[in-house]
């Protein structure tokens, strides 16, 4: 199928506003001002103010989607639910990211154990029983010791598991986990109280019966015990009549057949009912492997993928033209694909190139499918927009290790989705994106042609070292370009030949998505994190320092002790800072976030400013300390030469692990100060006291300069 005609793209739609949903017991916070969602509609939703409930404000569509995307925009899922407000009066932290290495991996052993005993308790293979929950835990337990093993080469390294539980401690933890609608974090330490266990629901007696146990699924939680002596009482009444009138009187229902009928009820419709629909979606996911997929988001899919560059290079008749000792280096390489879809739609939500699968590519990825992509697609030089974005429910993930990592699976339930690992060498558990890869080497890899890589092979002269950059950039603008503007409108059999883009827009008019988080939750939760301590200057983040009155305050607290640090990938111009939990520091409110002092930073990515910071060393290397005028000389440079930026359209940037980090600051700026000139200032600033810094205005950084349209050649159609 060919490629739509330049007049043919001119007509696609790229002015839609997306739709969010936001639910009764959210809590949406614009410009300082905390609001409740009271209503929505087809134009836009009306919140409730907090501080006056009277009063109601109305806002468009268009208006929530240019507020979120503001520093005045948060969004707390489920804030006032009950689970909530339980889990807040124990401890300040709500994300798993949050806890310390030990304490996340019992967690979520924790949550495992329970997540596969409610599965095996729902399909009739388990009971509350001791012996059976024995049974139970040497099955769950068996598996997890598989996953383990699975795990690296034989004899490589020990594999270190936790001891299985009790059946009495399997049922501590299934109380709190249930009493806090199955919110992980409940499953920590002090999370061990009980609560309703919501068991299973269920004439002229059994109508009374039916109609006090319908009261049952009522937002005011009544317990059962309650109800039965309501019900008595009305039986009572009701018995006094009917003696008077001679019949026959009603008998008094035990404890025992009053809840059997509560538990013929519907499950789902009860679990609504007392707590939230949303917290009902996430209950009989647990127990349910799922619902079926009707809703953008309702479930995507990640996997990763090779991308054969040995084959590529084959078919561009370029293969021949290198030495044995080149091609043994094109061999040795591998680069992956890591790409996330929607299940529903078949849009692509995210596609990063990476050296090595790991778990820093598994939350990138998880990172670029919940939030807007539209600046990727605009720096390729697409048609359409990249404006597939939101909070999934349930993500189903690949086996390989950084998708078990403890970390990934930390942010995936921070962002309150559930996870689903299919069984190992079960393709068809993720079915879209073993079509969706299908399809990409199909209409994307097999249609390079040997134009795509000349820049990479010169003569017969190919050097992995000096084009292990170049390859995944020019790869990556063309894979954007390729799954924003032909892809995502290329009719999609899976979908009765509409397209994914379409069926985005239809279905998020009927069921909208969740937002994304904003930008202080989601660099909280996807951040790169690192330990620092608060000085006279603040915290110093590879050689830049962030300083403010609120983190002072905490040095206060915190002393000499190292605190934690939130770094965003994208943006370096803030971060977040905490305290270590665990340190009992009673001023701990959580995350607080700090502006650095170097300005200009605004959308600046951890790569763009480590390539900017080794140029800036190479050039002042008997320097002391560099002026603003040489860093934004460097920042612009790097953006018009280099194609990290927007060429790279951001999926080829490379993950920088912790320990890179450090070498970095080691061996690039342990040395340097980065101080405040002015435009007309020398590069080089005479030594001076860094607090001297101040505010001012100064030059932003250059534009990269627009991408060439590849224009309307025929390498852009893929076939079914």
Same mark, same amino acid.
């Given at each position: 199928?060919?490629?739509?005609?330049?007049?043919?793209?001119?007509?696609?739609?790229?002015?839609?506003?997306?739709?969010?949903?936001?639910?009764?017991?959210?809590?949406?916070?614009?410009?300082?001002?905390?609001?409740?969602?009271?209503?929505?509609?087809?134009?836009?939703?009306?919140?409730?103010?907090?501080?006056?409930?009277?009063?109601?404000?109305?806002?468009?569509?268009?208006?929530?989607?240019?507020?979120?995307?503001?520093?005045?925009?948060?969004?707390?899922?489920?804030?006032?639910?009950?689970?909530?407000?339980?889990?807040?009066?124990?401890?300040?932290?709500?994300?798993?990211?949050?806890?310390?290495?030990?304490?996340?991996?019992?967690?979520?052993?924790?949550?495992?154990?329970?997540?596969?005993?409610?599965?095996?308790?729902?399909?009739?293979?388990?009971?509350?029983?001791?012996?059976?929950?024995?049974?139970?835990?040497?099955?769950?337990?068996?598996?997890?010791?598989?996953?383990?093993?699975?795990?690296?080469?034989?004899?490589?390294?020990?594999?270190?598991?936790?001891?299985?539980?009790?059946p009495r401690s399997l049922r501590r933890w299934l109380d709190p986990y249930a009493a806090c609608a199955w919110d992980p974090i409940a499953l920590s330490h002090n999370y061990g109280r009980s609560g309703n266990r919501l068991p299973r629901f269920g004439k002229e007696e059994r109508d009374l019966m039916q109609e006090y146990a319908d009261m049952y699924a009522g937002r005011l939680q009544p317990s059962k015990k309650k109800l039965l002596s309501d019900l008595h009482g009305k039986i009572k009444e009701l018995n006094k009549q009917r003696q008077i009138a001679g019949e026959r009187l009603l008998k008094l229902p035990s404890r025992a057949a009053f809840e059997r009928v509560i538990e013929s009820l519907d499950p789902f419709h009860v679990y609504a009912g007392r707590n939230s629909p949303e917290a009902a979606r996430k209950k009989f996911f647990v127990v349910q492997?799922?619902?079926?997929?009707?809703?953008?988001?309702?479930?995507?899919?990640?996997?990763?993928?090779?991308?054969?560059?040995?084959?590529?290079?084959?078919?561009?008749?370029?293969?021949?033209?290198?030495?044995?000792?080149?091609?043994?280096?094109?061999?040795?390489?591998?680069?992956?694909?890591?790409?996330?879809?929607?299940?529903?739609?078949?849009?692509?939500?995210?596609?990063?190139?990476?050296?090595?699968?790991?778990?820093?590519?598994?939350?990138?990825?998880?990172?670029?499918?919940?939030?807007?992509?539209?600046?990727?697609?605009?720096?390729?030089?697409?048609?359409?927009?990249?404006?597939?974005?939101?909070?999934?429910?349930?993500?189903?993930?690949?086996?390989?290790?950084?998708?078990?990592?403890?970390?990934?699976?930390?942010?995936?339930?921070?962002?309150?989705?559930?996870?689903?690992?299919?069984?190992?060498?079960?393709?068809?558990?993720?079915?879209?994106?073993?079509?969706?890869?299908?399809?990409?080497?199909?209409?994307?890899?097999?249609?390079?042609?040997?134009?795509?890589?000349?820049?990479?092979?010169?003569?017969?002269?190919?050097?992995?070292?000096?084009?292990?950059?170049?390859?995944?950039?020019?790869?990556?603008?063309?894979?954007?370009?390729?799954?924003?503007?032909?892809?995502?409108?290329?009719?999609?059999?899976?979908?009765?030949?509409?397209?994914?883009?379409?069926?985005?827009?239809?279905?998020?008019? #009927?069921?909208?998505?969740?937002?994304?988080?904003?930008?202080?939750?989601?660099?909280?939760?996807?951040?790169?994190?690192?330990?620092?301590?608060?000085?006279?200057?603040?915290?110093?983040?590879?050689?830049?320092?962030?300083?403010?009155?609120?983190?002072?305050?905490?040095?206060?607290?915190?002393?000499?002790?190292?605190?934690?640090?939130?770094?965003?990938?994208?943006?370096?111009?803030?971060?977040?800072?905490?305290?270590?939990?665990?340190?009992?520091?009673?001023?701990?409110?959580?995350?607080?976030?700090?502006?650095?002092?170097?300005?200009?930073?605004?959308?600046?990515?951890?790569?763009?400013?480590?390539?900017?910071?080794? #140029?800036?060393?190479?050039?002042?290397?008997?320097?002391?300390?560099?002026?603003?005028?040489?860093?934004?000389?460097?920042?612009?440079?790097?953006?018009?030469?280099?194609?990290?930026?927007?060429?790279?359209?951001?999926?080829?940037?490379?993950?920088?692990?912790?320990?890179?980090?450090?070498?970095?600051?080691?061996?690039?700026?342990?040395?340097?100060?980065?101080?405040?000139?002015?435009?007309?200032?020398?590069?080089?600033?005479?030594?001076?006291?860094?607090?001297?810094?101040?505010?001012?205005?100064?030059?932003?950084?250059?534009?990269?300069?627009?991408?060439?349209?590849?224009?309307?050649?025929?390498?852009?159609?893929?076939?079914?």
């Amino acid at each position: 199928m060919n490629t739509p005609t330049p007049q043919e793209a001119a007509s696609v739609s790229t002015d839609v506003v997306p739709r969010f949903r936001l639910e009764p017991t959210d809590k949406v916070t614009i410009n300082g001002v905390d609001y409740v969602p009271k209503s929505a509609d087809d134009f836009g939703h009306v919140l409730r103010r907090l501080d006056n409930s009277e009063m109601c404000e109305s806002f468009t569509h268009a208006q929530i989607d240019e507020l979120r995307k503001e520093d005045g925009w948060a969004h707390c899922r489920g804030f006032f639910s009950s689970s909530k407000a339980q889990l807040r009066t124990v401890r300040p932290e709500t994300l798993l990211s949050d806890l310390p290495s030990k304490q996340l991996q019992r967690l979520l052993f924790r949550k495992t154990f329970c997540d596969e005993f409610l599965r095996m308790e729902a399909d009739g293979l388990a009971s509350r029983s001791d012996a059976s929950m024995k049974g139970a835990i040497r099955s769950i337990f068996a598996n997890i010791v598989t996953s383990a093993l699975s795990d690296g080469r034989c004899g490589s390294e020990d594999v270190n598991l936790k001891r299985p539980p009790s059946p009495r401690s399997l049922r501590r933890w299934l109380d709190p986990y249930a009493a806090c609608a199955w919110d992980p974090i409940a499953l920590s330490h002090n999370y061990g109280r009980s609560g309703n266990r919501l068991p299973r629901f269920g004439k002229e007696e059994r109508d009374l019966m039916q109609e006090y146990a319908d009261m049952y699924a009522g937002r005011l939680q009544p317990s059962k015990k309650k109800l039965l002596s309501d019900l008595h009482g009305k039986i009572k009444e009701l018995n006094k009549q009917r003696q008077i009138a001679g019949e026959r009187l009603l008998k008094l229902p035990s404890r025992a057949a009053f809840e059997r009928v509560i538990e013929s009820l519907d499950p789902f419709h009860v679990y609504a009912g007392r707590n939230s629909p949303e917290a009902a979606r996430k209950k009989f996911f647990v127990v349910q492997n799922g619902l079926s997929v009707t809703r953008p988001l309702e479930r995507i899919e990640l996997d990763e993928n090779m991308i054969p560059l040995q084959t590529l290079l084959t078919d561009a008749k370029l293969w021949h033209r290198l030495t044995p000792k080149e091609q043994a280096e094109v061999e040795r390489r591998r680069l992956w694909l890591s790409t996330a879809i929607d299940t529903a739609t078949r849009c692509c939500l995210a596609a990063l190139i990476v050296e090595n699968p790991s778990e820093a590519s598994a939350i990138a990825t998880l990172e670029m499918a919940v939030n807007d992509k539209s600046a990727y697609a605009s720096a390729a030089g697409c048609v359409t927009p990249w404006d597939q974005c939101g909070t999934p429910e349930c993500i189903a993930n690949d086996v390989g290790a950084g998708y078990k990592s403890f970390g990934y699976r930390a942010a995936a339930c921070d962002l309150g989705a559930d996870l689903m690992f299919p069984t190992t060498g079960t393709p068809q558990m993720r079915g879209k994106q073993e079509r969706f890869y299908r399809t990409i080497h199909t209409g994307f890899f097999s249609r390079l042609n040997g134009r795509t890589f000349e820049n990479v092979v010169a003569k017969g002269n190919y050097d992995c070292a000096a084009n292990s950059d170049s390859d995944p950039s020019e790869m990556g603008q063309l894979l954007v370009r390729y799954l924003v503007d032909v892809y995502h409108n290329t009719p999609h059999s899976g979908l009765g030949g509409e397209t994914p883009r379409n069926a985005w827009l239809r279905l998020t008019k #009927i069921f909208p998505v969740i937002p994304p988080p904003d930008k202080e939750v989601n660099r909280h939760i996807f951040g790169l994190t690192q330990e620092s301590r608060i000085g006279n200057h603040g915290v110093r983040v590879l050689g830049l320092y962030y300083q403010s009155q609120e983190l002072q305050r905490l040095r206060r607290t915190t002393g000499m002790k190292p605190v934690l640090v939130r770094i965003d990938r994208t943006d370096l111009s803030r971060i977040s800072v905490r305290p270590k939990p665990g340190l009992n520091i009673a001023s701990d409110q959580g995350w607080i976030s700090v502006d650095c002092l170097t300005s200009g930073l605004e959308g600046v990515s951890v790569d763009h400013w480590m390539r900017a910071a080794r #140029i800036i060393r190479k050039n002042n290397a008997d320097m002391a300390k560099v002026s603003e005028a040489v860093v934004h000389q460097a920042l612009r440079d790097i953006a018009e030469f280099s194609r990290m930026a927007a060429k790279r359209a951001g999926i080829a940037s490379p993950l920088y692990t912790s320990q890179e980090r450090e070498r970095f600051d080691r061996d690039v700026v342990r040395n340097f100060e980065f101080v405040r000139g002015s435009e007309n200032a020398p590069a080089v600033l005479e030594p001076s006291d860094d607090v001297a810094v101040v505010e001012g205005e100064i030059e932003g950084l250059a534009q990269p300069k627009e991408l060439p349209d590849d224009g309307d050649d025929d390498t852009w159609f893929v076939e079914d």
